[in-house]
């Protein structure tokens, strides 16, 4: 089937538009926060140890958030953690225009909410899409979805450097507030195509055995296991990249923070192009896709660590392009394990198993986030660049080898 279908779906077209406001508000928060912590930490790895806090909800209870997306309406998840993370930032935003500053145990608290937020949101948005579009058009989708990203990805994160400049990372934060709750009415506007799943009464007795089938589904699985063990340098990736450009442009290089917010707005545009690719992409083999996507991301990680090196306009033009290539080749990442993972699972079990994979994605990122903020913690982030490239370039390699299948019937 041909893009165009995707957009000929009016509930899909409804969730695209609330969640390309959300996205660019997450993006905003992606350069406003990391100020926000440094500026009340005055150090990186505190920094990280506090920006950690958001995955802490995502490691207690991810196995049993998808427990509950399984057994109700996973829209009504969707729109409870759009209005609560809304209402986490807000509370921020509020005592800033109030001129007190948040304590770092408030600004804990808040990522805590948001990590709860993001969990069951996570968990039940990617068992849900599919019901909304189908499974033949869900890889579309998904990769339509990963567009939104990369274009907020391009405008949020330069517009965040301008809001922090002018009125503060506290109230940039506003901006994402404001886009949660834009997500929960356009949710709102659109129908369940299909009912929950209609799974036994429940009993506490049985909480473990249902969490238990959302782990088999993944242990038993060849497929899953290798989706997992190769998405785990993505998932360190991308819980530490942010902070790890913000510590780079601020402390390393002394950029101001609208090229700091430009170099993480480089990003959109390598999204757009790997989004635009995804078609292509996912007509391979997920393996033999993910090989080249590995391999290109290892190089855009060694233009960073050549970046550190640098100074001056030298080294914002290389930073920029290197984030560039990174994101275009992560996104792509996120599209071909994402589809192929959702697709490998049955339905009943899908939130579930979503609830599995974001622990431990949130273990991943979270460790990352605080190995990454270590190795920062001297001002300069090129230990970290040279070891997350490294990894890259061994799931490039190990990708490459792979001889597990994902032909029919396990992916559809």
Known sequence: MSASSVWRNDGFRRVWAGQTASIFGDRVTDVALPFLILAETHAPFDAALVAAARYVPMVVLGLFAGVVVDRVSRRAVLIACDLARGLALAVIVALAALHHAASLWLLAGMLVVLGIGQLGFQ?????????????????????ALEAADAASTLGGPAIGGVLVGAIGPALALGADAFSYFVSAGTLLTVRDTLPPPTPPPFAWGALWREVDEGLRAITHSPQQR?????????????GSIAVLLVVLGDVRLHLPAWQTGLILAAAGIGGLVGSASAARFLALPPMRALAGIFAVAAVGMGLLCIATFLTGGAAFILAFVANLILDGAVSLSFIITGTTSVLVTPRAVRGRVNGVSNLYASVMRGGGLLVAGALAAMGN???AFAAIGLAFAVAASTAGRTRVSFTAPDVL
């Open 381 to 383: 982030p090129l230990p």
């Open 226 to 238: 290798l989706l997992k063990g190769l998405g785990a340098v993505v998932y360190i990736s991308t």
């Open 123 to 143: 968990a039940a948005y990617w068992a849900w899409l599919p019901d909304v579009l189908g499974e033949d058009l869900f890889g579309r989708g998904a990769a």
